[in-house]
């Protein structure tokens, strides 16, 4: 038989066969290849949408920076309410930067009615030069219990400007019963205390003739020097015990920190301070870090056993008020070389 023949009957067969199935079954078999159909097409386009979603979440993730999972500097300004401080134009300003044609346009100015803070510290614990910064991040000028003539010349125009004017941001002293009963802000100073007595030692022992003043190696080892370790160390203890312990609005500075990076710590100040940070001036502060009043680090070391055991227990105690206020420990001075 030819093979079309066969084809031909072979299809007829088949014809047959499937008229020889129930109808009812014949429409079954039909709607589940029906079905089958929609579950395939439905689980392929499933399959290339969720595909397709994670190639797009993968670029997403990839592409955030990892800045963007923590509170960005934008974000913090948004919570923050800063003062609106008035300028007293009538009176005189300073311009610590007349020389850079960049910057010579930011002068320190006096205010109205200012509400401002204490700048407490024991002695040469970096206060002039705190002054300095915050008089060019802020742009309002410094003021002081002392009314020192010296500190005037230098450029400290608010230096003798009477408290009760309300014209400076911040007021400078060392001595705590100025704070006591007080309801003003106060920004706390705390430098290593074996390098600030040793400065100290330095300006008393020189006649107080300069900042930067200087005595002989040979001093440190008259009884006169230890005399007035003790004695200070004590005096540098007691500026520290009663604010740790009493003054509600308190910002602690460490002094070696500021040294380390300026500007990082400034902002802190700028935001105790509730001052907005100028971006352009603390830019140009960048390019003036020393100021007038930036001392160096004497590399002396004149303690006696006992002495340096002294400075030791005196930190633990002001690093045990200072995590009961909320504030890290002081830094390290193992890492600066002292103790």
């Known amino acids: 038989m030819a093979?079309?023949?066969?084809?031909c009957i072979g299809h007829q067969l088949y014809e047959r066969d499937v008229m020889a199935i129930p109808k009812k079954f014949y429409f079954i078999f039909l709607s589940l290849c029906s079905i089958y159909g929609i579950i395939v097409a439905y689980t392929s386009t499933v399959i290339s949408l969720t595909s397709f979603s994670n190639s797009v979440s993968d670029k997403t993730f990839a592409d955030k920076p990892i800045s963007d999972k923590?509170?960005?500097?934008a974000d913090s300004k948004k919570e923050m309410t800063y003062r609106h401080l008035t300028i007293d134009n009538s009176a005189q300003k300073k311009y610590w930067w007349s020389n850079d044609t960049r910057c010579s346009k930011y002068s320190v100015n006096f205010g109205s009615n200012i509400d401002a803070a204490w700048l407490l510290s024991y002695p040469r614990s970096g206060n002039t030069w705190t002054r300095y910064l915050i008089e060019s991040a802020s742009g309002f000028f410094t003021g002081s219990i002392y009314q020192s003539k010296r500190a005037k010349?230098?450029?400290?125009?608010?230096?003798?400007?009477?408290?009760?004017?309300?014209?400076?941001?911040v007021i400078k002293t060392h001595k705590v019963?100025?704070?006591?009963?007080?309801?003003?802000r106060t920004l706390l100073i705390m430098r290593n205390p074996a390098r600030s007595i040793i400065s100290y030692w330095n300006f008393v022992d020189s006649g107080n003739s300069n900042w930067f003043s200087s005595v002989s190696n040979s001093s440190y080892t008259t009884k006169e020097f230890h005399e007035f370790v003790a004695n200070e160390l004590e005096r540098w203890r007691s500026t520290y015990?009663?604010?740790?312990?009493?003054?509600?609005?308190l910002y602690v500075i460490f002094y070696e920190l500021l040294r380390e990076n300026p500007l990082r710590?400034?902002?802190?100040?700028?935001?105790?301070l509730e001052l907005r940070p100028d971006e352009d001036r603390l830019l140009c502060l960048s390019r003036h870090l020393e100021g007038v009043a930036k001392g160096g680090q004497r590399e002396v070391q004149p303690y006696t056993l006992e002495e340096k055991k002294a400075f030791t227990r005196t930190i633990e105690e002001i690093?045990?008020?200072l995590s009961s206020r909320g504030f890290p420990s002081m830094p390290d001075f193992q890492k600066y070389g002292f103790l």
């Open 3 to 7: 093979r079309g023949s066969e084809s």
């Open 70 to 73: 923590v509170t960005s500097e």
């Open 153 to 169: 010349e230098a450029g400290y125009l608010g230096e003798d400007d009477p408290i009760s004017r309300n014209r400076t941001i």
């Open 177 to 184: 019963k100025f704070i006591k009963g007080s309801n003003k």
């Open 241 to 249: 015990i009663y604010p740790l312990e009493n003054t509600k609005r």
């Open 265 to 272: 710590e400034i902002r802190g100040i700028l935001r105790f």
């Open 319 to 321: 690093n045990v008020l």
